[in-house]
């Protein structure tokens, strides 16, 4: 279900899918470049369907900033915008009638995994679990040791940079947090096989982490 999500001064163009009776939320936050059309994060947010998770596939940046984007590749890698805007959808979510009481869940992928972390350490009484998903938690800097929410850091065994960045990032978790190597899988997580790992882990964790 298409969506207009008001966040500060811009609204955000989104994708609902609600299955009946949902047990969760789980908001995305895309990679650099990327989109809510990313056939990975919709292949993932199928699976959560399944799983009785609503998710919400939404562009954080608009189509204005995407062109500007293309071009210098600045807005990208700006996390405190990412996570900031992503901070605005969880409050949008807590005032939605189908979505508003349940508990929600961020899954993040590259630099979206940064701004979803930052995000969660400053919505800590309603982000209650996030995945990563070959992500830089790394570049979420001192907001790591105020994330509260269980934390699932899923990396390729071949990523080998990557893994590293997540290992120095685990050391600042301060709550729950795993690193789970996926092998064989490089940073798209391309190889047969590996997606519907992610996906399966990342739906496991959210329906054990999010409860009413």
């Not at 809510?36 to 994060?41: A, E, T």
């Not at 800590?124 to 790394?138: F, I, K, L, N, Q």
């Not at 685990?170 to 709550?175: E, I, N, R």
């Amino acid at each position: 279900m298409p969506a207009t999500i008001p966040v500060a001064d811009v609204e955000l163009l989104a994708d609902l899918l609600v299955p009946v009776e949902p047990v969760g939320v789980v908001l995305f936050a895309h990679g650099s470049g990327s989109s809510r059309h990313s056939p990975r994060n919709v292949a993932v947010a199928h699976t959560l369907n399944d799983r009785a998770l609503a998710t919400v596939l939404v562009d954080l940046l608009t189509p204005e900033e995407e062109r500007v984007d293309e071009r210098t590749a600045e807005l990208r890698f700006d996390i405190g915008l990412l996570a900031g805007r992503l901070a605005g959808i969880v409050d949008w979510l807590a005032t939605d009638p189908t979505l508003g009481g349940l508990p929600v869940g961020l899954f993040g992928a590259s630099t979206g995994a940064a701004g979803a972390l930052v995000a969660a350490a400053a919505r800590p009484e309603r982000v209650r679990a996030v995945v990563s998903r070959g992500g830089r938690p790394d570049l979420a800097g001192e907001a790591l040791a105020r994330v509260r929410a269980p934390s699932l850091l899923l990396v390729g065994g071949r990523d080998e940079q990557v893994i590293g960045l997540n290992e120095s990032a685990m050391t600042s978790l301060d709550g729950v947090a795993e690193l789970r190597v996926v092998p064989g899988a490089t940073h798209l997580f391309e190889e047969p096989g590996t997606l519907e790992q992610v996906a399966d882990e990342a739906g496991t964790w959210f329906t054990t982490h999010l409860r009413r």
